[in-house]
């Protein structure tokens, strides 16, 4: 077979090779009877309801041997029409289907909550929990006996993974996929990291506007997410090397063939994993986390995923710590040469071997005795992989930067944690100190960034607040602050920003975020002043303000109370229950592992 990226593992499970392990139950004989299924409470039974499930299933057009004895499978999906990630996903459905039916299982398709990172306002984030009590709760009110996870856009991932943890019912993830590279005048166009390059460029006058709109029709040119390291990519990376996908599918283009074939072998794979009882639960652990922040250390990925693995980690009941992150990023090299921190795009990533090959490439930094949903440990499913360009992904021995993809800050203007990103930053700016120029919102922000009069040079440091959990609300993705319009005439392409936000996983700069605890309860982002000097320094991993304690405290004395944001409705129970960033963001009500009854059945 030609090197095409398709790569070792996955060729063997895309070709239907009776290889070690593809298809085969991974027992060789089932664990559960039809007897023990969850759906034989509603199939299986006899009496008044169990009838009334019978009858109701005829009516859409199944008879008994379309569904008695068999696992029922949730393929949970998050297509919409205003959610273009996902625009292949009917396609999908039907194909994941389609290996139900061939594994002697019976689909049923749910719709779930479409979180479009692109036209969702003000955040997607501030309904990744809604998408989780809602998986949760889909798996647990229905006769499901496991489940297919489709998503992909930013935080639909996580999402769906945060549901299916709590369940813990066999579930398996399929990955949008990226789409095609983007295209203009022969330039290769990367989602989000160009748009923020071009877009300064526009308005620091070096750019024609009409060059700026033809860019419109050729960045995004097919289904599936963003083509660079974005919180998509990153979170859908992370799913694979926590063991919730086949072997090589998260790097798989929307577009490509091979997509559609890995679907219908998802399909087929939970259905094996329904009769042999593998669940979440006994996928992760510590070391499968572990590998995950190494994975997205070395991938050079979204600050993103800091928030979604805490929570995915405490939700399984693993208590990961912020601290964490930044022992293995001194230790981890970055490997992958994509962009925002290098140069390719993930359709050029695929071709060169994929999360198999980096994960090789990694080899002994990572606990490869952990267990995936193929059946087998992570070592097995990549044991075959290849890198087919070093070009894009570099060995340890030749990084693209030996350490340092994260870096955890902290001091007196972060006591709980700040979040950056040292490699995407103008490294004269990882050790600076510099006065403050504060912004109270967003909207202020923009109205006077631009202003002729701000007063501001390649010293200052922005600071954006009330842009956190609860102040933004939802944390939006504000981080990257825009450089004022007379700096991008000097030709300042870069300058420290500080905020409580998050920032795109395909934006740069020395954008300094989820500075903890927010400013809008009361974090020391509040506090600061206009001049007040701040001081960086990536290295010693410290992030304050020349100011004392007492000053601090004083200020705080005098902080007006803010005022509720929600005064009703899915808003005010966001408000109510939301954790900081460096706790995951998750409502504090969905934590734990306590088992839930299932639901009676009278």
Request: glycine content about 10%; hydrophobic content about 50%; aromatic content about 4%.
């Given at each position: 077979m030609q090197r095409d990226g398709s790569l070792a593992g996955l060729r063997r499970w895309l070709s239907g090779t009776p290889a070690p392990c593809t298809l085969a139950r991974v027992n060789q004989g089932r664990i559960k009877t039809p007897e023990q299924l969850r759906s034989h409470r509603w199939y299986g039974a006899s009496g008044l309801r169990a009838f009334g499930h019978r009858s109701r299933t005829a009516q859409m057009g199944y008879s008994p041997a379309d569904y008695a004895g068999k696992p029922v499978i949730a393929v949970i999906n998050t297509w919409s029409d205003i959610s273009p990630c996902h625009s292949h996903f009917r396609a999908r459905a039907e194909e994941i289907k389609r290996g139900i039916w061939q594994a002697g299982g019976f689909p049923v398709e749910l719709p779930a909550l479409s979180l479009s990172e692109n036209f969702q306002k003000p955040t997607t984030m501030l309904y990744r929990n809604l998408l989780a009590m809602e998986v949760e709760e889909l798996l647990r009110s229905y006769p499901a006996d496991g489940a297919v996870l489709m998503g992909g856009c930013d935080k639909t991932t996580p999402g769906l993974l945060l549901g299916a943890i709590s369940m813990n019912l066999p579930a398996l993830f399929v990955p949008a996929g990226p789409m095609l590279r983007g295209d203009w005048r022969g330039q290769t166009l990367g989602s989000g990291s160009d748009v923020w390059k071009y877009w300064a460029e526009l308005r620091a006058g070096t750019l024609a506007e009409s060059a700026w709109n033809e860019m419109e029709s050729g960045i995004a040119r097919s289904a599936g997410t963003c083509m660079t390291m974005g919180t998509a990519a990153t979170m859908?990376?992370?799913?694979?090397?926590?063991?919730?996908?086949?072997?090589?599918?998260?790097?798989?283009?929307?577009?490509?063939?091979?997509?559609?074939?890995?679907?219908?072998?998802?399909?087929?794979?939970?259905?094996?994993?329904?009769?042999?009882?593998?669940?979440?639960?006994?996928?992760?652990?510590?070391?499968?986390?572990?590998?995950?922040?190494?994975?997205?250390?070395?991938?050079?990925?979204?600050?993103n995923a800091v928030i979604h693995l805490l929570a995915l980690a405490r939700r399984a009941g693993i208590p990961l710590q912020l601290e964490r992150f930044d022992q293995l990023s001194r230790e981890i090299p970055v490997i992958a040469n994509l962009r925002p921190t290098g140069s390719f795009l993930m359709e050029d990533f695929f071709y060169a071997g994929g999360l198999p090959a980096l994960l090789r490439a990694l080899g002994p930094r990572l606990s490869l005795a952990c267990r995936t949903v193929s059946g087998r440990t992570l070592g097995e499913d990549i044991a075959g992989a290849e890198i087919y360009d070093p070009r894009v992904i570099r060995s340890p021995a030749?990084?693209?930067?030996?350490?340092?993809?994260?870096?955890?800050?902290?001091?007196?203007?972060?006591?709980?944690g700040a979040v950056m990103k040292p490699l995407a930053a103008a490294p004269e700016l990882w050790k600076h100190a510099g006065p403050a120029i504060v912004f109270d919102s967003y909207a202020e922000l923009l109205e006077r960034i631009d202003d002729p009069a701000l007063e501001v040079d390649a010293r200052s440091v922005l600071v954006l607040r009330n842009a956190g959990p609860k102040g933004g609300p939802g944390m939006p993705e504000w981080g990257q602050l825009p450089i004022p319009k007379k700096l991008l005439a000097q030709g300042v392409r870069d300058l420290l920003r500080i905020s409580d936000a998050r920032m795109s996983g395909t934006s740069y700069g020395a954008c300094v975020l989820h500075v903890a605890p927010e400013a809008f309860v009361g974090g020391p982002l509040g506090l600061l002043q206009n001049g007040d000097i701040i001081e960086l320094d990536v290295h010693e991993r410290r992030l304050d303000v020349r100011l004392s304690a007492e000053e601090l405290e004083r200020r705080r004395a005098a902080r007006p109370t803010p005022r509720a944001r929600y005064p009703r409705g899915y808003g005010r129970l966001f408000i109510e229950h939301i954790q900081q960033a460096n706790e995951g963001c998750d409502f504090d009500f969905l934590l734990g592992s306590e088992r839930i009854e299932e639901p009676a059945i009278f």
């Open positions: 859908m990376s992370a799913a694979e090397v926590l063991g919730f996908t086949l072997p090589g599918a998260s790097a798989i283009p929307a577009p490509d063939s091979r997509h559609a074939r890995m679907a219908t072998l998802a399909g087929r794979r939970i259905v094996d994993m329904v009769w042999e009882d593998l669940k979440p639960s006994e996928l992760l652990s510590a070391e499968a986390f572990d590998n995950a922040i190494v994975t997205v250390l070395a991938l050079g990925g979204s600050t030749e990084p693209v930067a030996p350490s340092g993809g994260l870096a955890i800050l902290r001091g007196n203007l972060a006591p709980d």
